[in-house]
């Protein structure tokens, strides 16, 4: 099994509260992390369902959190879903979403996924529906394409990586990962390459979200999960750039004006430093956490 260190696990379990005889959901399962700790937390009765899209990770969580039995549920799906998913099953005491992509997709060079290892430009969450990166930056007009990659990778040489990008598949198709992030490195002068991150994280970032369709859906799906809060249940969302992460800011606030949910994090929780050492994947992390009020005792 891939290696998988889950994000703000103590700051996830200390907001969840998990105890006996819960009800939890995972949104996002991936492989099982966060979901294996919560279980062990929520000993000797408490369940969890766990829903992913990706089927191969869905098949690794089910091999990791096989010992907890009919404790655990795992569904294949996508979390816009959810009313389908598990709207019958709820409601639930705690409820989890990890976004963006998961270590095992990013780990894996044939998911392309990562510029780091060279593989099939995919990057489909889902292997089972959808276009492969590859051939979304195959068609997509050149003008379309910067947009894109501005919008949903924060990129501020977003024209020229798309120039570069439709020069190139003039040539020929654009098909792995490595290609693709030579591409992207030509187009950026290289003394203004960001200091921190390969130069081309956003554009990758921005072609990720855009196959998998990640933040259409992100803020209703947020409200269906409030919704299937029992009294006195909290929901919790660990996000990895600004983008996700305002989604998740607004649809709070939001329902704490108009649904009288309750703000846990007036401000994000990030990882201390030991854990920035440790895992360097999450120095951009971000948790928020929000609560459904418990129902207010009848007046005799």
Known sequence: MSSHVPVLLAEVLALLRPRPAGRYLDVTVGLGGHAEALLRAAEPTGCLWGIDRDGEALALARERLAPFGDRIRLLHGRYEALPHLVGSVGPFDGILFDLGASSYQLEEADRGFSFGREGPLDMRMDRDEGETAAELIGHQPGRDLADLIFRWGEERW????????????????????????AIVGRAIPRRLWPRHIHPATRTFQALRIAVNEELTELGPALEHATQLLAPGGCAAVISFHSLEDRIVKQTWRRLEAEAGMRILTKRPIAPGEAEEAANPRSRSAKLRGLERPAAAPEEV
């Open 158 to 181: 977003a024209r020229q990586i798309a120039r570069a990008i439709v020069r190139a598949r003039q040539e020929e198709p654009i098909a792995t990962t490595t290609a693709l992030a």
